[in-house]
């Protein structure tokens, strides 16, 4: 499978798509022209008047002139010397994306690299060749200089790609490929480097992770409130229309339809002393919500990002080759932070939830820690400790990270956005949150079992049917580890959204 970019207009749903799928990625050819002409400006101006990048040195050795001579060996040296990356390689889906965005941004025709250059990232996309790129190194301003210097280094024939899921020297994995290293031409090195691309995907993958974790939290929420036999009247669509937040409206739409029709419900819809559930029961859309919005917020400022050209100096429409500053990180860093506090609120009141159904003074009638023959069975007690340890850590790594800065490059750059590390660590607390609601899931399953023979609604049947084909029903105590990696895998690999029918979970798109 092949996605077709168009600059400037790519849709999160394609990125999603390559992320998920590994799916390979080319510009559409209207884009060629664009990229000729930028490409020929800098060739003209390469052996003229100084140009920043092009005939110069980089960062504070901007005053330093390079000869017409020397250009390609500024290039090449400039990759080396960056390669500084330390850590982990990122996952190969994330690196793919980190190179289907710079393909982007290389798109838009102003960073002046040569079409050859483009078709090799598409012909590295295409037959499997993905850089090792380590996971630090970036403070997310001149761009994510040393982890797209490791992208650029396999391109040139030096650095490591994995390929045909083996790591090996990029200059094998091209071979094995069938490529050819390139020899790169003025301001080439500088334009692969420059960008905020592997921010971007980082901050994407995040984003994907948390808006289908989100989403399975709904699941679960509804199956908590039926098993405590909690009231679906708070999710009336009225209650939410006269507060008119589109998120809250969004998310109490779900819990409505999720929970409408269930005999549980009916079952004590008369006779209930209670006249109020819990917030984590009664104000799921107005917290839920609120993340969904955040995640909207932080979905649009991310789109934007992927299509922007992000590397300097650019070439303008009228020719003129200006520096700038669109490598600074910025947007990316608030809308990580953004994605950071939303993951955090959701397993938040999830776990809330958990701890409702495992206290029997909370969960109406259920047996407490959803044990049989509790006291000899501890049940889901310790489930319930894990899913408060995985809340806790997130809420450490929910500190922002755009608030930090260090100067760096001899003061050159002196104000940076710390957009890697902080869009990094939402593949963490997305884990974390996969975490949390698969254990909801366990729980919110085991307690819809306790209200047998009554039968919850029929679209929360199929996601129980599809939580008790990873985790059997407890009866007695057994190992837990298994069961709660299962429920977790259901969450973030989204088989327990896709339980339910199409339509009712809410979208990126407002």
Partial sequence: MTVTLHPGSVPLSDLETIYRTGAAARLDGAFRPGIEKAAARIAEIA???????????????????????????????????????????????IARLVMALKLISLGRGASGVRPQTVALIEAMLERG??????????????????????????????????????????????????????????????????????????????????????????????????????????FHPEIHRLRGHRGQIDTAAALWRLLDGSP????????????????????????????LDVLRMAAATLATEANAVTDNPL???????VSGGNFHAEPVAFAADQIALAVCEIGAIA????????????????????????GLNSGLMIAEVTSAALMSENKQMAHPASVDSTPTSADQEDHVSM????????????????????????TAAQGIDFRAPLK??????????????????????????????????????????ASVSEGILPGLAA
């Fill in 264 to 291: 549980i419900r009916e079952s004590h819809l008369d006779g209930d002393e209670r006249v109020q559930d819990p917030y984590c029961i009664r104000c799921q859309p107005q917290v839920d919500g609120a993340c």
């Fill in 129 to 234: 060749v993905t850089p090792a790129i380590p996971e630090k190194g970036s403070v997310g301003a001149s761009g994510d200089l040393a982890p797209l210097a490791h992208m650029t280094a396999v391109m040139i024939g030096e650095g490591e790609a994995w390929f045909a899921g083996e790591r090996m020297a990029g200059a094998a994995a091209l071979a094995k490929a069938g490529l050819t290293p390139i020899r790169l031409a003025a301001k080439e090195g500088l334009a692969l480097i420059n960008g905020t691309q592997v921010s971007t995907a980082l901050a994407l993958a995040g984003l994907f992770r948390a808006h289908r974790a989100a989403n399975a939290a709904l699941v679960t929420g509804a199956l908590s409130t039926d098993a405590a036999m909690g009231s679906s009247a708070p």
């Fill in 351 to 374: 776990q809330r939830r958990v701890a409702l159904m495992v206290d029997p003074k909370l969960s109406y009638g259920l047996p407490p820690f959803l044990a049989k023959n509790a």
């Fill in 419 to 442: 957009a890697c590390h902080g869009a990094r660590r939402l593949l963490a607390m997305t884990d974390n949150l996969a975490g949390i609601v698969g254990i909801e899931a366990v």
């Fill in 456 to 497: 919850t609604s029929a679209e929360l049947q199929r996601a129980h049917a599809a939580i008790r084909g990873a985790v059997p029903t407890l009866e007695t105590d057994r190992y837990m580890a298994g069961d709660l990696a299962a429920a977790a895998e259901l969450v973030s690999s989204g088989a327990l959204n």
């Fill in 315 to 321: 070439v303008l429409s009228d020719g003129s080759v």
């Fill in 47 to 93: 052996g003229g008047a100084p140009a920043y990048g092009v005939n110069t040195g980089f960062g504070k050795l901007a005053s330093v002139r390079i000869p017409a001579a020397d250009v390609e060996t500024l290039q090449r040296n400039l990759i080396l010397s960056h390669c500084c990356g330390v850590g982990a390689p990122l996952a190969p889906e």
